[in-house]
């Protein structure tokens, strides 16, 4: 990261020249710059819309987010783990595949939705083209289902002697 300001000298190539005469009319020190308008007045990183402590602070959010999820898709806990092939089908799903199969009348989107269309090679693709996420890992073992699936129907058979009579009868457990 950086290291401290002293003063307000020290933000020079940090935040743009307009930006740092504007913060030393409104602020007596630079010890008196607070978070929120420091992450907002940084240059931002070449590609972005933020600067580099601001983006630093949002990674580490969503890591922490995501490595404190138990019910994260690539969490290895079980009962909720996918297996290899399903984690496989669903990192080849993009979200240009997800807004064409969960839209009505969409035919076509950018392959990257979320970032401008005017960007060089982010042209509007058709929905038909996009690879769409097989199902397949999902499905059970046809076998092993069927087995499974009679041997809870099958009902086991015991001899009970009744007190009352003492005859013995097969009664359905």
């Known amino acids: 990261g950086f290291p401290r300001p002293q003063s307000f000298d020290d933000l020079n190539g940090i935040f743009e020249p307009v930006t740092l005469q504007r913060i030393t009319q409104l602020y007596k020190s630079?010890?008196?710059?607070?978070?929120?308008t420091g992450l907002l007045s940084e240059r931002p990183l070449d590609g972005s819309i933020l600067g580099p402590t601001i983006t630093c602070l949002l990674a580490d959010q969503f890591l922490r987010t995501k490595l404190g999820d138990r019910y994260w898709y690539e969490t290895g806990e079980k009962p909720q783990a996918f297996d290899e092939?399903?984690?496989?089908?669903?990192?080849?799903?993009?979200?240009?595949?997800?807004?064409?199969?969960?839209?009505?009348?969409?035919?076509?989107?950018?392959?990257?939705?979320?970032?401008?269309?005017?960007?060089?090679?982010?042209?509007?693709?058709?929905?038909?083209?996009?690879?769409?996420?097989?199902?397949?890992?999902?499905?059970?073992?046809?076998?092993?289902?069927?087995?499974?699936?009679?041997?809870?129907?099958?009902?086991?058979?015991?001899?009970?002697?009744?007190?009352?009579?003492?005859?013995?009868?097969?009664v359905n457990v």
């Open 30 to 36: 630079v010890d008196d710059l607070d978070l929120y």
């Open 85 to 170: 092939d399903q984690l496989s089908e669903i990192r080849k799903t993009t979200f240009a595949a997800i807004i064409c199969d969960n839209s009505d009348e969409i035919e076509s989107v950018q392959l990257h939705v979320m970032r401008s269309s005017r960007k060089v090679g982010n042209d509007r693709v058709g929905c038909d083209s996009l690879i769409k996420m097989s199902l397949e890992p999902w499905k059970e073992n046809a076998t092993a289902a069927t087995a499974a699936s009679d041997a809870a129907s099958t009902v086991a058979t015991t001899t009970v002697t009744t007190r009352s009579n003492s005859t013995k009868s097969a």
